[in-house]
């Protein structure tokens, strides 16, 4: 395996890793064992928290409402989106993370009624504007296939707890941005499904809820590491959310280790 993305495993990491792993722990199979309503309920959270990061507007009410099949007023746009992630994450549980293939047809899902490449990596130059400052310039369009490939073979031999290594994932996607719209979602998206490889408590966290909640952070972490050409910064700001999100589920809630 020759790609090895640069990170630095640090003693808050590693605390936050056993913290993380401790609350698991104490929910273990019986947080699984939750109402039908309570997975749909947590499952809106996460499809508001996700595309409200990118920008759309419509309610945890509405999307409810989507959800349920009702008509409601909103952008084509914004609708689209709704519709594609209740989709794509509704198949999340089908996917394999380290299936090139998996993440494509998600990306198909997520974007179907969007974008007409939707199911394909893109083919043009992108960046990543902050009003009309460049912030990031990705690698170009004929080398995102083999980037991915090398990202996707070093997350199936990483030897790095999942908590570790689906937050390199999800930053090193973002550098790559292999698609031409709905990275954003789907780095989230496929975090998720890595997490979920390693818990299945994962598929009913509304991690992406949390993340919205920090938004600000969440980007200035991204840039962080970014500067810094090693997503370390990230993965500590990422293990925050989660164990977070965790504590979320416990009746008796208690201080992070690590503040947001």
Not at 9 to 25: K, M, P, Y
Not at 47 to 73: D, F, P
Not at 76 to 82: D, I, S, Y
Request: with cysteine.
């Amino acid at each position: 395996m020759s790609y090895q993305p640069p990170f630095t495993i640090t003693t808050d990491i590693v605390n936050l890793v056993a913290e993380i792993s401790e609350q698991v722990g104490r929910l273990n199979a019986r947080a699984l064992d939750v109402s039908p309503q309570l997975r749909k309920q947590n499952r809106i959270k996460t499809i508001t928290g996700t595309l409200a990061i990118e920008g759309n507007s419509l309610t945890e009410e509405q999307i409810t409402a989507i959800v349920e099949g009702k008509r409601v007023l909103g952008s084509v746009r914004e609708l689209a989106e709704v519709k594609g992630a209740i989709a794509a994450y509704d198949a999340l549980p089908t996917f394999k993370p380290y299936s090139i293939q998996d993440l494509l047809a998600a990306h198909g899902l997520m974007m179907a009624d969007i974008l007409t490449t939707a199911g394909a990596f893109r083919n043009k130059a992108v960046g990543i504007h902050k009003g009309n400052v460049v912030h990031h310039v990705a690698p170009p369009a004929h080398q995102v296939s083999g980037l991915m490939a090398e990202l996707t073979l070093w997350l199936k031999h990483a030897k790095d707890h999942p908590l570790i290594t689906s937050s390199v994932f999800h930053y090193e996607f973002e550098f790559i941005h292999p698609f031409s719209d709905g990275n954003g979602r789907m780095r989230r998206l496929w975090q998720t499904l890595i997490l979920a490889q390693w818990h299945p408590l994962f598929l009913s966290l509304p991690l992406e809820s949390v993340i919205k909640e920090h938004q600000q952070q969440y980007y200035q972490a991204l840039e962080q590491a970014d500067q810094q050409a090693d997503s370390t910064p990230f993965i500590q700001f990422m293990l925050s959310v989660i164990a977070q999100t965790l504590m979320q589920k416990r009746p008796c809630k208690t201080p992070l280790l690590t503040p947001l």
